[in-house]
């Protein structure tokens, strides 16, 4: 069975019930990019969107920039970018990359994920997985079964929202709009002492 991408802006829509989202434009030309960049600080990232772009760091897709030259610069190169149809601007978040996902299991329905994210998640593997809807007492598990737990523990003082994440990923779990996904993947969930912010989402139906 094909699976239908929702496009981006939707997907932050739906997300941002569960979770923070940075400061973040979507411009598709020249006159939305001003605009945009007079409203956000710097750093920045700019990252190609379309419907038929998946994996952005695949395609070279996503670019840092530190100051308006630089950011135009990126624009004008992501733009042209094939399948590109508008470009997300989005404030920088330092923190701890983590994965959160959702997929209809054909046995058991929805399923939750957290694990370790970023660009190496698919090669780390550092995850747990449960049935939905979850409670507190699931999430604190199945951090808990993470090879990379410590760093939920204040790990060389790193400092993350636990409690925020740990409301957030039940609230997601319980949620009705799940009876209309087939898979939802935020990559990553970049987490600190502020809180837990979705900086790339892919929801499909």
Known sequence: MKLEKIPEEKAF?????????PKQYFCKNEKDFNKAIEKIKFPVYLKAIGKKI?????????ILANNKEESFNAFKKLIKIKNCEKVLVQEAVKGIELIVGVKQDQTFGHVIVLGLGGIFAEIIKDFSMRICPVTKSDVEEMISELKGKKIFEGYRNIKINKNE????ICKLSRSNILKNIKEMDINPLICN??????????IFK
């Open 165 to 168: 994440l740990i409301q957030s």
């Open 13 to 21: 829509e739906i997300i941002k019930k569960f979770f923070k989202i």
């Open 54 to 62: 998946i994996h952005k760091t695949e395609l070279k897709a996503v």
């Open 193 to 202: 002492e502020k809180g837990c912010f979705a900086v790339d989402v892919r």
